[in-house]
């Protein structure tokens, strides 16, 4: 079951909730910066969602005429910059929702409806209980505590 019709908001919200996890967490989005470009079967374990909805806009008409991959990689290029540029103080809170939209528009959404889509709030995240996601959070939870423990004053 999809939560919106629109591969257009599918996108944004995806995008930004890696953006976002990967600003929140820097070792998970150092660990997706050194991941490096997704390709052969990591890239279809990583981007299965996100090609379907990139192949669905194109069908329907929603983004501009072209190759798929190239819509994945404007996606791709899209996120895995953005997190490269939080990691190093480049951004702010507003770049994820830049980088989201400026992606969008590049797909060929208007630049009013990219910039509202890409500033919508964003759901909130449940982990599932158990799953690597959740272990992984604790995990990083609690080597944040203990760094920010130690470099106290």
């Known amino acids: 079951m999809l939560v919106h019709d629109d591969p257009a908001v599918r996108i944004a919200t995806g995008m930004r909730l890696v953006i976002s996890l990967a600003s929140r967490h820097p070792v998970v989005g150092a660990f997706m910066v050194r991941l490096g470009w997704p390709a052969?079967?990591?890239?279809?374990?990583?981007?299965?969602?996100?090609?379907?909805?990139?192949?669905?806009?194109?069908?329907?008409?929603?983004?501009?005429?072209?190759p798929s991959a190239l819509a994945l990689n404007i996606v791709s290029g899209s996120v895995i910059s953005a997190i490269h540029s939080l990691l190093f103080d480049a951004g702010g809170p507003e770049f994820p929702a830049m980088a989201t939209a400026s992606a969008l528009r590049a797909l060929g959404v208007d630049a009013d409806q990219a910039a509202r889509i890409a500033s919508a709030p964003l759901p909130a995240i449940e982990p599932v209980e158990g799953g690597l996601t959740a272990r992984g959070i604790a995990h990083w939870a609690a080597d944040d505590s203990q760094r920010a423990a130690q470099h106290a004053p």
């Open 40 to 66: 052969g079967d990591r890239a279809r374990l990583m981007l299965d969602f996100t090609r379907r909805d990139l192949e669905s806009g194109l069908q329907i008409g929603r983004f501009t005429p072209m």
